[in-house]
């Protein structure tokens, strides 16, 4: 029903930027709350920032005036600014996809991505 690919990924040094674009498929996708999770080795799926069909959104604490999440449904696609990255944000990033409203639990969104490597180096 939905396909997400993301890309963007990167070797960035620490205070630098990168933009993750996540392309979907489907007709339906302008209804769909997206969200972005991150998972570093040895810890669990991390929520990072979601957002609405209706604009609203959602960030982590850890994230939060940093990460920019945003969508342009007429490309079916949703983006993930960063800035002022940190060693702490690298991680495997995906991108998600539910029918419902925004929730910071992996196990409540039902589509994901194949994930984009995003490396931070101090």
């Known amino acids: 029903q939905v396909q997400l690919v993301e890309s963007g990924g990167g070797l960035v040094q620490a205070g630098g930027s990168l933009r993750l674009s996540c392309a979907g498929s489907?007709?339906?996708?302008?209804?769909?709350?997206m969200g972005w999770f991150r998972q570093a080795p040895g810890n669990e799926r991390e929520f990072v920032a979601a957002?609405?069909?209706?604009?609203?959104?959602d960030y982590a604490d850890s994230v939060k005036d940093r990460f920019t999440i945003f969508r342009d449904n007429a490309k079916n696609t949703v983006y993930l600014q960063m800035n002022s990255l940190k060693p702490e944000d690298t991680a495997v990033y995906h991108c998600t996809a539910r029918l419902g409203g925004i929730s910071g639990l992996a196990g409540d969104y039902n589509y994901w991505g194949q994930g984009t490597q995003v490396t931070v180096s101090s």
């Open positions: 489907g007709s339906v996708f302008s209804s769909y709350t």
């Open positions: 957002i609405r069909w209706t604009s609203y959104t």
